[in-house]
DNA sequence: GGAACTCGCCAC
DNA sequence: AAACGTGGCGAGTTCC
């Protein structure tokens, strides 16, 4: 049995890809063409109203004095001047080429309140002039057609323009409701959002064949996060009440020290971050805490009305310095114990590297060329989930056009799959998606060592993708 | 007047 | 020893 995948191979999957990406692109996705000029005018009035309440504050009147007719609210180069030149405030944070920053976050961090103004014009004018206006402009006789692209991403990944379809707002609500709203079916039918649960790190485990990663994986009762969040934020006297509640996600209070290591270590540690990152976003993005020194009252809230603050200067954390310290034993014990394995795959994965001059994916592409020690861990397993995804959306789209569905494959954003489905095909098409996804892939890739398993979200008929659903079967 | 750049911000 | 990976895109700006 041949496991080494070629470059003949690579080229093949590219070569159906390709084909069955075009498809999609021929289909399109529909657009209500009334509603986003609708909104766009709602959309143009906020904007209008937060610019003229901007106009009211004394920010408004040095940027004005300062620039006159040549004064553009726009300018984030105008507003750096304005900030960290004319009013001397010292920037908290730098641009790479070295000019005071003016992003979102260290505009908060400056304590002016009418930096809120501009806050709201940026976020409306996002909504506005990326996706509704690209939406118009791209649209042919309310269809949107957008292009999926293999050939200009380092990784192997995709790419999506023309509009880009794969940076839609998601986890802000109001922007998701927004943009998505604009989103449609052919009439009749449902949209079909179907993803790979974790696909990133369940090929990170095939690459680096981790025993433990694999383990977190294979065993439903295991928690990975869970576990990190009780390591990081010594949650051992709660053991008993976690494990009567069933886990660390079940109590809301630690729900949200679960999502702080998940997001604010394991993740950003996986794609080579370091403690120091890591203990600066959990600490002071995630608990609430200051940096420098800590109090007993300070923090988010975690059981018996508890402050995260109070219990971390109990186990002896004390600063944010104290913090930075604690996470780098724990980081160590990451890679050197929880994930050795991991840890061990990563320094060779770079010598061998370091040494040969390129390194080769399971799927049997091949990257060269000068590469940082990120890149060189991150590549394999980035672009190979990618190949899991597009092998998926050609076979489905083979077994699309054999059994002459109504249904169409409609688009793809790195993990998952986007369909256009007759009601009286939902049931067979997500069956035969997760078939595809979960069984005829791993067949075929003897590589892929832990199970994968798939999500579906559905929109009702007729509906919009901002009203998509998870999928339970009895819709 | 367009190309190339910076900056900011959306996704995975 | 070094320190978060991959994209697209809009607005402003600078260079030629």
């Known amino acids: 049995m041949k496991i080494e995948a070629t470059i003949a191979d690579a080229y093949q999957l590219f070569h159906e890809g390709a084909l069955a990406l075009a498809r999609a692109e021929r289909q399109g996705i529909r657009l209500d063409v009334d509603y986003c000029e609708r909104q766009k005018k709602l959309l143009t009035n906020r904007i209008d109203r937060a610019y003229n309440k901007f106009k009211e504050t004394k920010l408004y009147a040095i940027w004005n004095k300062v620039y006159k007719d040549k004064t553009n609210l726009d300018s984030n180069h105008q507003l750096g001047y304005i900030l960290y030149n004319i009013m001397k405030i010292e920037p908290p944070k730098l641009t790479v080429s070295g000019k005071g920053a003016t992003d979102e976050d260290t505009l908060m961090q400056l304590d002016l309140p009418e ?283 083979k077994i699309m056009q054999r059994e002459n569905w109504d249904s169409r494959l409609i688009g793809q954003i790195h993990d998952s799959i986007l369909l256009d489905v007759h009601p009286n095909e939902l049931e067979h098409v997500i069956k035969t998606v997760r078939r595809v996804a979960t069984v005829k892939i791993p067949r075929i890739w003897k590589w892929i060592i832990v199970p994968l398993s798939v999500e579906a979200d559905v929109t009702p008929v007729d509906g919009s993708w901002a009203d998509k659903k998870e999928y339970d079967g009895g819709i």
Not at 263 to 278: I, K, M, S
């Open 115 to 397: 930096l809120k103004w501009i806050k709201e014009v940026r976020r409306y004018k996002k909504i506005r002039d990326t996706y509704l206006d690209s939406f118009l402009r791209e649209q042919t006789d309310g269809y949107l057609h957008p292009f999926f692209n293999l050939h200009t991403v380092r990784t192997y990944r995709s790419s999506c323009q023309s509009p880009n379809i794969q940076n839609i707002p998601r986890r802000d609500t109001e922007a998701m409701t927004i943009c998505r709203k604009a989103l449609f079916a052919r009439p009749g039918h449902h949209i079909v959002e179907i993803d790979y649960h974790a696909l990133e790190v369940s090929i990170s485990a095939c690459v680096n064949k981790d025993p433990n990663l694999i383990r977190y994986l294979t065993n439903p009762e295991s928690d990975m996060h869970g576990d990190m969040a009780i390591q990081i934020f010594m949650l051992h006297d709660y053991l008993d009440m976690i494990e009567n509640a069933g886990g660390v996600n079940k109590i809301d209070e630690f729900k949200v020290l679960r999502d702080a290591t998940k997001n604010g270590f394991v993740f950003p540690q996986f794609y080579g971050d370091y403690y120091a990152n890591n203990a600066v976003s959990i600490a002071c993005d995630w608990c609430k805490l200051p940096k420098g020194k800590w109090r007993k009252n300070q923090g988010i809230t975690i059981v018996n009305n508890k402050t995260i603050g109070e219990h971390l200067i109990e186990h002896g954390i004390k600063s944010l310095d104290d913090f930075i310290e604690h996470m780098k034993g724990i980081e160590y014990d990451f890679w050197h114990n929880r994930f050795g394995v991991y840890g061990q795959w990563r320094e060779d994965w770079y010598r061998e590297y370091q040494k040969k001059g390129y390194f080769d994916l399971l799927t049997g592409f091949r990257c060269s060329g000068i590469m940082r020690r990120n890149e060189v861990i991150n590549y394999p397993v980035q672009g190979t989930a990618f190949h899991c995804l597009l092998k998926t959306f050609v076979e489905v789209d």
